[in-house]
């Protein structure tokens, strides 16, 4: 998958180096290992974190350049701030009020964004959910398999790309996209696959192509 290649691209970067692994916390400096988790303790500034297998934590009000791990999930705090968070298999999840200044993604994970987190770049994975609530992306979206969800005074630019998938595909049900009450969509919402796209009456979104959207009425569409 297209989408894929720089995700196979930095895995293999970071897989080549052979550091020893235990979980650590880091303070000042940064760190790249194989085996275990970095933790970068709240309030603290770090250089980039990397590991292959293992999370990185980036707590309340911490920073850290760049946060990258292959097997692991990359978790920013509330107000946390980092440059890019890129995992292979993994969740990324932003808390209240965290930043990334450029750009995000996962190959299998879920995106998960909080009240008032922001991504200044894009937010892109393969396969996973899509969730943000009252947060800004002003890069886009793009997914291929994943499911998205948009709620709350939520702000995308750069719309949404649902691709469609290469080579053999095991999803056995359509992608559900939903912008719901409050939200805006700026930009093109293009769908190169099927999906199942519900707008509330209250949503603001650009041109849709690929897809029929199905209007609803309250906090929630229709099951």
């Known amino acids: 998958m297209r989408m894929a290649n720089g995700y196979r691209i930095m895995a293999a970067m970071v897989a080549s180096l052979a550091l020893s692994g235990c979980d650590i916390s880091v303070d000042g400096e940064g760190s790249t290992k194989v085996n275990g988790s970095v933790h ?17 934590h980036v707590d309340d009000n911490a920073a850290v350049t760049s946060a990258a791990t292959v097997n692991g999930s990359i978790r920013l705090g509330e107000h946390a701030t980092a440059i890019s968070a890129k995992t292979v298999n993994g969740t990324i999840s932003l808390g209240a009020g965290a930043h990334i200044s450029d750009s995000a993604g996962s190959v299998n994970g879920d995106l998960t964004l909080a009240s008032g987190a922001e991504i200044a770049g894009h937010l892109t994975n393969v396969n996973g959910r899509i969730q943000m609530t009252g947060a800004h992306i002003a890069g886009g979206i793009k997914t291929v398999n994943g499911s998205i969800s948009i709620m709350g005074a939520s702000h995308v630019e750069g719309g949404i790309m649902v691709d469609k998938p290469s080579g053999i595909s095991f999803m056995s049900e359509d992608p559900v996209i939903v912008i719901g009450p409050g939200s805006v969509v700026q930009g093109e919402l293009r769908f190169e696959r099927k999906v199942k796209l519900y707008v509330s009456d209250k949503a603001t979104i650009g041109t849709v192509i690929g897809a029929t959207p199905v209007p609803f009425s309250g906090e929630n569409p229709p099951n």
Not at 40 to 54: C, F, L, M, Q, S
């Open 40 to 56: 970068i303790p709240a309030g603290k500034t770090a250089d980039e974190a990397r590991t292959v297998n293992g999370s990185i």
